[in-house]
């Protein structure tokens, strides 16, 4: 491999990675829309427990997907052993 695209690599990866767990993150703040969607045949109706378990959901479950990525990617950023987080 030449020394110009084992340069570009880690920086193709990063991007691959942004555009993946980028897309992940953002995927539960849909599920508000297609929950009470009246056009769906999964749609809830629209009443206050149903709003807040849909929310609920949500908030979790970006908390969660955040959480995992800053533990299992950037806490494992040790720009080689001099560490850096």
Do not use: C, Q
Not at 33 to 60: D, Y
Request: glycine fraction near 8%.
């Amino acid at each position: 491999m030449s020394s110009s695209a084992s340069n570009k690599l880690p920086k193709l990866i990063l991007a691959a990675l942004g555009v993946v767990y980028g897309d992940i993150g953002t995927s539960p703040l849909y599920a508000l829309k297609e929950a009470f969607n009246p056009a769906s045949h999964h749609a809830l109706p629209v009443t206050p427990e149903n709003v807040f378990g849909v929310l609920s959901l949500i908030v979790w479950s970006i908390l969660i997907i955040v959480t995992f990525k800053y533990v299992l990617i950037v806490l494992r950023a040790d720009n080689h052993g001099e560490g850096g987080v």
